[in-house]
């Protein structure tokens, strides 16, 4: 999915109506003959990740950018968000949803899931599965505020603080600057994670390798931590 500006009238409006209703050979001998356009073929492969600008206010801040409408968000949700848990306590690991442009269901997402993590934040993994299953498998309308109500339910989400929280101005500000965020980081496919306002990883630079992806991650991370 493509992630740009989101403006924030935009926003507003809609959270505001839901509330209502990614080996080299070293051997030489082993290795085949390369090809003439072996260069060609190198400058157009993915890069292992992407360096970004320092972000402010992002400093040992682990983001993990998804969308409930992306299939390889879902793919790699259980993989990505245990390896987030096990992060070290000096590092904030923080989910983060991508509000994108033309997406009318960005911010019912948005909302419905910093709702749900102020609610019972040790149901968040379980209350994202259930969106992921509600909306690419039940096909449940991803607008609709039914969707990740049931969602909540369905996962044990403490439903009077859900509802609650849906409606109060510190979870919507909560969407807005994911929006905010996540620009500054410039995502354009999810997953992606953002590691300390200076790196973005996607599963596409490791061709989708999961030991590779969590070895990077953990590179990078380090990295981040001991400030080299």
Same mark, same amino acid.
């Given at each position: 999915?493509?992630?740009?500006?989101?403006?924030?009238?935009?926003?507003?409006?809609?959270?505001?109506?839901?509330?209502?209703?990614?080996?080299?050979?070293?051997?030489?001998?082993?290795?085949?003959?390369?090809?003439?356009?072996?260069?060609?073929?190198?400058?157009?492969?993915p890069?292992?990740?992407?360096?970004?600008?320092?972000?402010?206010? #992002?400093?040992?801040?682990?983001?993990?950018?998804?969308?409930?409408?992306?299939?390889?968000?879902?793919?790699?949700?259980?993989?990505?968000?245990?390896?987030?848990?096990?992060?070290?306590? #000096?590092?904030?690991?923080?989910?983060?949803?991508?509000v994108?442009?033309?997406?009318?269901?960005?911010?019912?997402?948005?909302?419905?899931? !910093?709702?749900?993590?102020?609610?019972?934040? #040790?149901?968040?993994?379980?209350?994202?599965r259930?969106? !992921?299953?509600?909306?690419?498998?039940?096909?449940?309308?991803?607008?609709?505020?039914?969707?990740?109500?049931?969602?909540?339910?369905?996962?044990?989400?403490?439903?009077?603080?859900?509802?609650?929280?849906?409606?109060?101005?510190?979870?919507?500000?909560?969407?807005?600057?994911?929006?905010?965020?996540?620009?500054? !980081?410039?995502?354009?496919?999810?997953?992606?994670?953002?590691?300390?306002?200076?790196?973005?990883?996607?599963?596409?630079?490791?061709?989708?390798?999961? #030991?590779?992806?969590?070895?990077?991650?953990?590179?990078?991370?380090?990295?981040?931590?001991?400030?080299?």
């Open positions: 999915m493509t992630a740009s500006h989101y403006s924030r009238r935009k926003f507003l409006a809609a959270a505001s109506a839901f509330a209502v209703s990614g080996a080299f050979l070293s051997n030489k001998s082993l290795a085949a003959p390369m090809p003439q356009n072996l260069d060609s073929i190198i400058r157009n492969l890069p292992l990740y992407r360096a970004v600008s320092p972000i402010g206010g #992002e400093y040992r801040k682990v983001r993990l950018f998804f969308s409930q409408n992306c299939n390889h968000s879902r793919t790699f949700h259980d993989l990505l968000f245990k390896w987030g848990m096990t992060l070290p306590k #000096e590092i904030k690991f923080l989910p983060t949803p991508v994108a442009p033309g997406d009318d269901s960005a911010a019912p997402l948005a909302v419905a899931f !910093y709702a749900a993590w102020y609610a019972s934040p #040790e149901k968040l993994g379980t209350f994202m259930t969106v !992921y299953s509600n909306v690419q498998s039940l096909r449940m309308d991803p607008t609709r505020f039914e969707t990740y109500f049931e969602a909540a339910a369905s996962s044990g989400v403490n439903r009077q603080r859900f509802v609650s929280a849906i409606k109060t101005p510190a979870i919507m500000q909560s969407g807005l600057d994911a929006t905010i965020i996540a620009a500054k !980081y410039e995502i354009g496919s999810t997953p992606s994670i953002g590691i300390g306002g200076q790196f973005v990883v996607t599963p596409d630079g490791v061709a989708g390798n999961e #030991e590779l992806l969590i070895q990077l991650l953990n590179a990078l991370t380090s990295k981040v931590i001991i400030g080299d």
